[in-house]
């Protein structure tokens, strides 16, 4: 099975298979979202540790060196690699958006320039490449990003990070609200458990992005 029928809801069940996907470098730009530290430190509590073990071990053996190739075939591409990360502007984090002040595993208190909140290091910027700073879910909403990509010519997004059902969704909505041409990447995305991921990777295939493998993405950009 390939990305053209696979990861198929049941609105997309019998539909045709999609045209081909076409990612001309100087049109395309790889967006990297929230894959920070602060998701891969040890938790408080032993049994909060045995219950994030297998999100852990997916990031540590799938995602991140996953999204590392796919960055250096992009970078080698003359692909723009873009990076989003959750952080505050002011330290008592007056300036997040409410879903990120509510109680719970979405209160997220990390001002911008403190270590947890950090991309993490296997996936280390470059000086010229673009971070972008967000206090809500979507890249896209309550970012300079839409007119960043629209002065630099993009139309189409590769996307790779972390929550695939929170920020990934949420981006990739607005993404395509916006008629971008959106490609997200499966074994470059991660939620919290493989049912999360699966299921919203379906919710969203077909309508908002296409869903691709990273060998397949990487043959499509040379």
């Known amino acids: 099975m390939n990305w053209k029928t696979a990861y198929r809801s049941f609105y997309y069940a019998n539909a045709e298979e999609p045209e081909d996907i076409v990612l001309e470098p100087e049109k395309t730009a790889l967006l990297v979202i929230d894959i920070q530290n602060t998701y891969l430190e040890p938790k408080d509590d032993e049994q909060e540790n045995i219950r994030w073990q297998p999100f852990v071990e997916r990031m540590n053996e799938v995602v991140i060196p996953n999204t590392a190739r796919l960055i250096e075939h992009c970078r ?67 970012t300079n990003l839409r007119l960043i990509l629209h002065n ?12 695939t059902d929170q ?42 992005c296409h869903v691709v493998q990273l060998d397949e993405v990487l043959s499509l950009i040379n």
């Open 76 to 142: 080698n591409n003359d692909i723009e690699v873009i990076f989003a990360r959750i952080a505050c502007l002011k330290t008592d984090g007056r300036d997040r958006s409410l879903s990120q002040k509510k109680p719970g595993f979405n209160y997220l208190l990390m001002p911008k320039d403190r270590l947890d909140s950090q991309i993490v290091p296997q996936l280390e910027p470059d000086e010229n490449e673009i971070t972008i700073i967000k206090t809500t879910d979507s890249a896209l909403t309550g």
């Open 152 to 163: 630099m010519g993009i139309d189409n997004l590769v996307v790779a990070g972390i929550f």
């Open 167 to 208: 920020c990934i969704s949420s981006t990739v909505r607005s993404l395509a609200d916006e008629s971008f041409n959106v490609v997200v990447v499966d074994d470059c995305c991660a939620a919290a458990t493989m049912e999360l991921h699966t299921h919203e990777l379906e919710v969203i295939n077909m309508i908002y």
